[in-house]
């Protein structure tokens, strides 16, 4: 069929639903929707669907966290709790059993995070797509929307894009928005969704980056680069200015996983402070037993020693930065050394002074207002016939597949409901 006479036939289809953003939650949706009947259209700005799903886990795609729904809820923080409702109706099981049976066989990794066996996050998106052509949803890539409102005629939706330079207008019973945020932005999330929610009377919390690389302005740091950990505990600590009227108050919050050196870093004043426990598993007391037990049996140099515990690099930058302008034997070992190494071991430091924004992002954090939302069918409360599903929405989860789950389940429960 021409590209004309394709258009001409999405205009003249009343559809059940109309779903703007070919990506995880939007694209799950229109599978769900497509399979209750419902007359579905999905609008993607990018000339193909899911490039964020392409791009995800190091183009793996970590499809989500093995986990039951509390967990997977709880790590979203208070704002978990209205994940449950929607979790009951897709859970991380479902989701994998979903994937199965469309061929995508699944492992859990022992962080916890499910991939595909075939490790090909492709193989991710060609279900979810393969999933909503089978029961009949249409799927339109390269179409840019313009706009998103109430029909003038006061019944349903009204939307107005451009395909390769044509106009297209398409109507629709119910309208769901899963355009994402503003992370990756090579994605083509460039935010168009908040507009169209604001001027149907949703609020927007304030949008930053999530999960992004973070810069810091020492030298040391920047000569690990590559460097990476399998398991270490992370401690971030905010500081106030000197000088601020108002103190700001102190926060920690805590995360243990895999750590990986970058050679970025940028100048500015210093707010943030990473601790690093190097070895979470060992307490002070056994590292100094450990050390004692080593001075009593060998007389090794103390970076060779610990290389048994970190990487050499990583040793040796340790020993410079805690004022050892050599390479002591153990037999020698000043004491001051040995408190501040054990130190270092268990509270690693490093300045923080800002983060690769948006375009490194993986989620982006603000958003609509949970409580604008009945997540019992992500229906909007501003607007009738109007859905939100996704990154779209002041939720925002920890690195691990979680993220991915919300958008799976948000966008489930919104399918389950449209037209």
């Keep these: 069929m021409q590209a004309d006479d394709y258009l001409t036939k999405l205009q003249k289809q009343r559809w059940d639903a109309i779903i703007v953003g070919g990506g995880a939650a939007g694209l799950w949706a229109a599978g769900t929707a497509a399979q209750r009947g419902k007359k579905v259209l999905v609008l993607e700005k990018n000339n193909k669907a899911g490039v964020k799903i392409l791009m995800s886990g190091g183009t793996r795609c970590n499809i989500t966290h093995h986990a039951d729904s509390r967990k997977i809820a709880e790590a979203f923080g208070k704002q978990g709790r209205v994940l449950l409702s929607v979790l009951k109706r897709l859970s991380p099981e479902d989701v994998v059993r979903e994937f199965e049976s469309e061929g995508v066989q699944t492992?859990?990794?022992?962080?916890?995070?499910?991939?595909?066996?075939?490790?090909?996050?492709?193989?991710?998106?060609?279900?979810?797509?393969?999933?909503?052509?089978?029961?009949?949803?249409?799927?339109?890539?390269?179409?840019?929307?313009?706009?998103?409102?109430p029909d003038a005629t006061g019944d349903g939706f009204q939307i107005q894009a451009t395909v390769q330079g044509r106009q297209l207008q398409v109507h629709s019973k119910?309208?769901?928005?899963?355009?994402?945020?503003?992370?990756?932005?090579?994605?083509?999330?460039?935010?168009?969704?908040?507009?169209?929610?604001?001027?149907?009377?949703?609020s927007i919390t304030p949008l930053r980056p999530a999960l992004t690389p973070l810069t810091s302005p020492e030298t040391r740091v920047h000569e690990l680069s590559g460097l990476t950990l399998e398991d270490v505990l992370v401690r971030a600590q905010i500081h106030a200015h000197s000088g601020d009227t108002k103190p700001l108050k102190l926060e920690r919050r805590e995360s243990r996983g895999g750590f990986l050196w970058t050679h970025k870093g940028c100048s500015g004043?210093?707010?943030?402070?990473?601790?690093?426990?190097?070895?979470?598993?060992?307490?002070?007391?056994?590292?100094?037993?450990?050390?004692?037990?080593?001075?009593?049996?060998?007389?090794?140099?103390?970076?060779?020693?610990?290389?048994?515990?970190?990487?050499?690099?990583?040793a040796t930058s340790i020993l410079e930065s805690i004022g050892a302008d050599y390479d002591p034997h153990m037999a020698e070992l000043p004491r001051a050394i040995r408190i501040k190494m054990i130190e270092s071991l268990k509270q690693y430091r490093i300045e923080i002074s800002g983060t690769l924004g948006y375009p490194k992002a993986e989620v982006t954090a603000g958003g609509v207002e949970l409580g604008e939302v009945n997540f019992q069918d992500m229906q909007s409360r501003r607007q009738a016939g109007l859905y939100l599903a996704g990154e779209i929405l002041d939720l925002d989860g920890p690195i691990g597949g979680y993220n991915f789950q919300a958008a799976w389940s948000t966008g489930h429960t919104a399918g389950l409901h449209l037209g």
């Design 174 to 202: 119910t309208v769901l928005i899963t355009t994402g945020g503003l992370s990756y932005s090579g994605c083509g999330t460039t935010g168009d969704g908040y507009a169209w929610l604001k001027s149907m009377g949703h």
């Design 107 to 149: 492992k859990v990794e022992e962080t916890g995070k499910v991939f595909p066996v075939s490790d090909r996050a492709i193989d991710v998106r060609d279900a979810v797509v393969r999933r909503l052509a089978r029961y009949g949803a249409e799927l339109l890539c390269g179409c840019a929307v313009d706009s998103v409102g």
């Design 269 to 314: 004043p210093t707010s943030l402070e990473l601790i690093v426990d190097l070895l979470p598993d060992s307490s002070v007391e056994q590292l100094e037993e450990w050390i004692a037990q080593e001075t009593r049996q060998s007389n090794r140099a103390l970076s060779t020693v610990l290389s048994h515990r970190i990487p050499k690099r990583l």
